[in-house]
Every structure is written in structure tokens, then in C-alpha cells.
């Protein structure tokens, strides 16, 4: 059934689009160490998708830097602009982009950072500068999110009526921006433990990965394979408990690294595994969120496929290279025993066995992802 039929679509850029967040992890932390402060989380998580100028304000105020918020700027800038080259595409990005320009659909960039540095992040992606039609930036405009002003230009630059119009966001503000432009807003949560604040979307998907181009009456996908959507591989490195069953892997936060996975990836995968005293072998993942929690964690379940053996303590190492399906629409409410959520199921095994010995999937196997 179709949500609604748009002609053009707009995105949002940081934690759209590109994961710069993960990229730049940890320059805040550095940089406010040298006045001996340390980032309140929750304050920090509050200014996701707000311009530059509020944040840097706000910033030099909550820390008391001896600061203004245009030395404040001076001095971080530098360090961000550095980490911007690392950024990578949120998983599903690439793939959609590729579609839609593909197919013709008219597409539109529209962020709250400035325009040139907009450019500037946009420039170490392959083929990004000509998938969109119109850039805008918030010095384009003379509001910026969470007023409209924004996507209201950015449709009219595209030829197009905001109602007909699907913005795909990740921020607060900006879902809050795109709704009150009257367009129809796809939320791609950054905040795991925010939920509540993206309820005003028209939907929620945990990962662009599960994007239906049918929902909004655009041509549809057609590069699944045996059941089997290929990804750019993942990886995960990981420290496996003595005694665990190859049955069920549990992995969380405390004795995983995540590196190469954004926050806005869930769901069942296939890949393969290898383990320090056991090598090489077929297995499936499905990972997700933990919200109970005070601060969300990642969990992940893996069940290694045609082994039955019991796993000692020893390292992991995992590579995502296919995905077969989100999360039930329940897992919310599910939260009580998330791993209910991430059980896997023999439809999944079945799948990985046959797709994993396809060339596209089995490729990676023995490659140099692997450390």
C-alpha cells in the first residue's frame, strides 16, 4: 500500500546520509579536556541537527569556556573539517542515491551546516555531486531548522510542491522542520533512546535498508539476490565467552568494537565468521537496541551456521555482507527481552546456507577485510 506518491525527495546530510558523527567521535571530548571539562551527553544528544552558530553559543555557555562562540568555532573547525574525508555512507545510502537518480527522481540536499561545508563532505563521495539537483545550505536560507525554510526553498529550487515532496531525516529538528514544510517525512532515528521524538514522522525505519521505493510510489528495487540484499561489508571484532554455543552468540557493547557500523543499522544479516581456534564459517547476525537501558547499547546475536562445537573464550571477527530483513514492528514493545527481538529464525539460516556459496556474497570469505 502506498503511504503516499511523491516526485522528488530531499535528504539531510550529518547521520542522513554520512556518518560523520562516528567520524568525528571524540573531538568534542579532546577539546573541551584542555579546559578540564568533560561532554554531557545528554546535552550534547539535545543538539543533534542544530545549526553551528546555536551550538557553538550554547556550547561555550554550558562549559563556561573562556571563549567566544566565534573562537570557540575558530578553534574546533579545523579539527572537524580533518575527520570529514573519514566519514562514511550510512548503510542503504549509497545504494537508494544510485536508484533515484538512476531513475530520474528529482533529488535535493538540505542541511543545517553551511553550504561550502556541505560541499566539502560531499566531495570525497563518488558521483554525490551529480546526484542532486539542488544543494542548500543554512546560509541559503534565512531561518534554519527546525523553521521549514529549508525544504520550502529547496522544493521550490526543484520545481516541485513540498506536499509532494518525501524528506528523509535523522534529527529531532530536523523531523521537526520537514513536517512543518508539509512534506511527507521518512525518520531514520540517531537517537536510539529518543524515540518519542520522532512519533510526528509519517514513518519510522531503523535503516535505510528496509527504504520501500513502492510505499511512495517510486520505481522499485530489484537487486535482491536469493533472498539476499548485498552490502557493503561490515565488520565487527569481538571477544566470544567460554562456553558460549555456536547456537547463539550473544555480543554487546562492553566486549565488542562496532567501528564500521552505523547507529542507524538493525536488523538480520549474513556474513561470515571467524574465529581464533576455529577458522572460517557461515553465520547470521541480527543486531539491534537495547532501550531499556538508561543509555542505549548495541546487541548483536549470532548463530553460526553447520558448526556444533562449544566456543571458548577467544576472538571474533565478523563480516556483514548481506541483509535479509529488519526487525519485527514490535521490537519497541519488546524491550523487556530484547533478544526475543533478535531471534533468529531457521528461514534465516536456510537463507544464509544457500545465498553465502553465491560469488557475490562468498567473494569476502578469506578476504583482506578480515584482520
Not at 537518480?101 to 538540505?110: F, S, T
Not at 532501550?291 to 548495541?298: A, G, I, M, N, Y
Not at 529488519?326 to 546456507?353: C, F, G, H, Y
Amino acid at each position: 500500500m502506498e503511504l503516499h506518491r511523491v516526485s522528488a525527495v530531499i535528504f539531510d546530510l550529518d547521520g542522513t546520509l554520512l556518518d560523520t558523527e562516528r567520524a568525528t567521535r571524540g573531538i568534542m571530548k579532546e577539546f573541551l579536556l584542555q579546559y578540564g571539562k568533560v561532554p554531557d551527553m545528554e546535552k550534547e544528544e539535545k543538539r543533534l541537527g542544530q545549526m553551528h552558530k546555536d551550538s557553538a553559543a550554547a556550547i561555550v555557555r554550558d562549559y563556561e569556556l573562556p571563549l567566544t562562540p566565534e573562537e570557540y568555532t575558530e578553534a574546533i573547525m579545523p579539527l572537524y573539517r580533518e575527520r570529514w574525508p573519514q566519514a562514511k555512507p550510512v548503510p542503504g545510502v549509497v545504494r537508494l542515491l544510485r536508484h533515484l537518480h538512476k531513475h530520474g527522481v528529482p533529488l535535493g540536499l538540505a542541511s543545517n551546516s553551511v553550504r561550502k561545508h556541505i560541499e566539502t563532505k560531499i566531495s570525497h563521495q563518488q558521483g554525490w555531486k551529480e546526484y542532486f539537483s539542488v544543494v542548500l545550505g543554512v546560509d541559503d536560507v534565512k531561518n534554519g531548522k527546525p523553521s521549514p525554510d529549508i525544504f520550502l526553498e529547496a522544493a521550490k529550487r526543484l520545481g516541485v510542491d513540498p506536499a509532494s515532496c518525501l524528506i528523509i531525516e535523522d534529527s529531532p529538528v530536523g523531523v521537526r522542520a520537514a513536517k512543518a514544510s508539509g512534506a511527507k517525512v521518512l525518520a531514520v532515528p540517531s537517537l536510539q533512546g529518543q524515540m518519542d521524538c520522532y512519533s510526528i514522522a509519517d514513518l519510522i525505519l531503523h535503516s535505510l535498508l528496509d527504504f520501500q521505493p513502492k510505499l511512495w510510489g517510486l520505481p522499485p528495487f530489484g537487486d535482491w539476490v536469493q533472498n539476499s540484499l548485498p552490502i557493503e561489508p561490515l565488520q565487527v571484532c569481538g571477544l566470544i565467552k567460554e562456553g558460549s554455543s555456536c547456537n547463539a552468540l550473544s555480543i554487546t557493547t562492553e566486549d565488542c568494537s562496532y567501528d564500521s557500523i552505523a547507529d542507524q543499522v538493525s536488523g538480520v544479516f549474513i556474513g561470515w565468521a571467524k574465529l581464533e581456534a576455529h577458522g572460517f564459517t557461515k553465520a547470521v547476525i541480527s543486531t539491534g537496541w537495547d532501550l531499556s537501558l538508561r543509555t542505549p547499547k548495541r546487541i548483536m546475536e549470532v548463530h553460526l551456521i553447520n558448526s556444533n562445537y562449544s566456543v571458548k573464550k577467544e576472538k571474533l571477527q565478523l563480516l556483514l555482507v548481506g541483509y535479509i530483513r529488519m526487525l519485527p514492528d514490535k521490537v519497541q514493545e519488546m524491550q523487556d527481552n530484547i533478544l526475543d527481538a533478535l531471534k533468529i529464525t531457521e528461514k534465516d539460516q536456510s537463507i544464509a546456507r544457500a545465498a553465502l556459496d553465491l560469488p557475490i556474497f562468498s567473494q569476502h570469505k578469506n578476504g583482506n577485510l578480515f584482520l
